[in-house]
């Protein structure tokens, strides 16, 4: 599985935007970028996902570099529920189907009052 | 919003025991699967299914475990003879087919406790 690499933890301010990189330097064509969250206790939660061009929802944007080889989810106001583990983690499309998803460690976000 | 539901919340069992955790995914999704956490470790994936069968297993998913699909909306799995290792949150999920959506919906999690 192509691998990806995040910072351990961030720490962050109520209301301020966060900026949550992640390095993924031997993606593959095939590879999309997915973000997902776990909030304490909870299963995870899926954030946001991208191929090639940035893309916005209502959760978050994913701002994606030009070679692919990272990205940066982007958390225009970080609220107190924000506070989770973040997962930057490649998925494969299959044709037709779905892929697993391979969770790392992920990079723990404190938000701060 | 629909939602991937769980059932035991928590479930505590003497170790050999067999446990089964129950799972109701979304209602027009065709692919599902199960993922564990051992408490401060990382999401495993165990098992995906689709089609009334296994399309891939890791190594966690020895002979003890077992899914099945027995009616239209739920989605079981289940360890026959329980170890001490077993414990942890068991995420069952499920997703679309065909049109990619990319977003993998999780439920809350089974805790398991193996005594």
């Known amino acids: 599985d192509a691998k990806t690499t995040q910072p351990n933890s961030m720490e962050s301010n109520e209301e301020e935007p966060v900026h949550l990189p992640c390095n993924h330097s031997t993606i593959s064509g095939t590879d999309y970028i997915h973000w997902y969250r776990q909030l304490p206790s909870q299963g995870p939660e899926y954030v946001i996902h991208g191929l090639t061009s940035n893309v916005n929802n209502r959760m978050a944007s994913l701002a994606i570099a030009e070679d692919r080889k990272s990205s940066t989810l982007i958390l225009h106001r970080a609220t107190l529920r924000d506070a989770a583990v973040y997962y930057c983690?490649?998925?494969?499309?299959?044709?037709?189907?779905?892929?697993?998803?391979?969770f790392g460690k992920g990079m723990k976000l404190t938000v701060n009052p | 919003e629909p939602e991937v539901t769980q059932t035991p919340s928590h479930q505590v069992t003497q170790m050999g025991q067999e446990v089964i955790l129950r799972c109701v995914p979304i209602?027009?999704?065709?692919?599902f699967y199960w993922y564990r956490q051992i408490l401060g470790q990382k999401v495993e994936f165990l098992v995906s299914f689709y089609n009334n069968e296994i399309s891939e297993k890791s190594e966690i998913f020895d002979d003890q475990f077992s899914v099945e699909r027995p009616d239209g909306s739920n989605f079981t799995l289940k360890i026959r003879s329980t170890k001490l290792e077993d414990s942890a949150m068991y995420f069952c999920a499920s997703d679309t087919r065909g049109r990619y959506t990319g977003e993998l919906f999780f439920g809350e999690g089974s805790r398991l406790t193996v005594l």
């Open positions: 209602s027009n999704h065709l692919y």
């Open positions: 983690i490649l998925r494969e499309k299959r044709q037709g189907g779905s892929e697993k998803l391979v």
